[in-house]
């Protein structure tokens, strides 16, 4: 049981160059979720998925996008990267009752866009 | 949207003493405070949450508590170690109770 894994943990990406940051887990958790971490900022919701094929925005869903096709993965698209998005990412997931259950949180992705 | 806010950004304390972290939130639907533990370089970890129909919790010397009232809740660590120095972070269920949101963070600091 690996618990959420995210690969991978080190990116330097160029200025409008496109990445997938890939999310798996294998708790057979119904929703999962990609916070974004920037320094004094907190984590901030990116985008969310309550189940395979439904997804929803966060607090700052500009320039990214997700998709939902297993139960297991939810990949992190960016189509144009930006400075701005320069961060780390972590991917999490709860069981069925969504906030309502402890989120698991993966080891975070590094990402530099210079 | 539902905004946490947590106090104090950063906090230091000696070994053994008491280090308690506070938190509100502005979303009255809001029915969830879990609280989060990030070693460096690892993502967060719960160490413990309260629920809205509780008025707090004790897990060995971490305690949480919640006032619906006030729309506020607190972390209480005792006697605190070296290895409590992390960064915590609050969190509260929001409106759809689909995701959860997050406070800044607070960087404890427990010296010896």
């Known amino acids: 049981n690996a618990g959420v894994t995210q690969t991978p943990k080190f990116r330097i990406l160029k200025i409008g160059q496109s990445m997938t940051l890939q999310c798996a887990q294998d708790?057979?958790?119904?929703?999962m979720y990609w916070y974004r971490q920037d320094p004094g900022m907190g984590l901030k919701l990116i985008y969310y998925?309550?189940?395979?094929?439904?997804?929803d925005k966060g607090e700052v869903p500009n320039g990214y996008n997700v998709s939902r096709s297993t139960t297991e993965d939810f990949p992190l698209r960016l189509e144009l990267a930006a400075p701005s998005q320069t961060s780390v990412y972590f991917c999490?997931?709860?069981?069925?009752?969504?906030?309502?259950?402890?989120?698991?949180f993966g080891q975070g992705t590094r990402l530099t866009v210079v | 949207g539902e905004n946490v806010e947590q106090h104090p950004s950063t906090l230091s304390v000696q070994e053994g003493d008491s280090a308690v972290i506070k938190c509100t939130y502005s979303?009255?639907?809001?029915?969830?405070f879990p609280w989060y533990k990030q070693e460096l370089g690892k993502g967060p970890q719960l160490i413990i949450d309260?629920?809205?129909?509780?008025g707090e919790k004790k897990d060995q010397r971490i305690a949480v508590t919640l006032n619906k009232t006030a729309k506020h809740f607190s972390l209480h660590i005792t006697e605190t170690q070296p290895e409590d120095s992390a960064v915590y972070f609050c969190?509260?269920?929001?409106?759809?109770?689909?995701?959860?949101?997050f406070g800044k963070g607070t960087t404890l600091s427990v010296s010896s």
């Open positions: 708790m057979n958790h119904n929703y």
């Open positions: 998925s309550v189940g395979a094929g439904i997804t």
């Open positions: 999490a997931s709860s069981y069925s009752a969504g906030s309502n259950t402890e989120a698991f």
């Open positions: 309260i629920r809205s129909n509780v």
């Open positions: 969190a509260a269920s929001n409106q759809a109770g689909t995701a959860l949101i």
């Open positions: 979303d009255s639907a809001s029915n969830y």
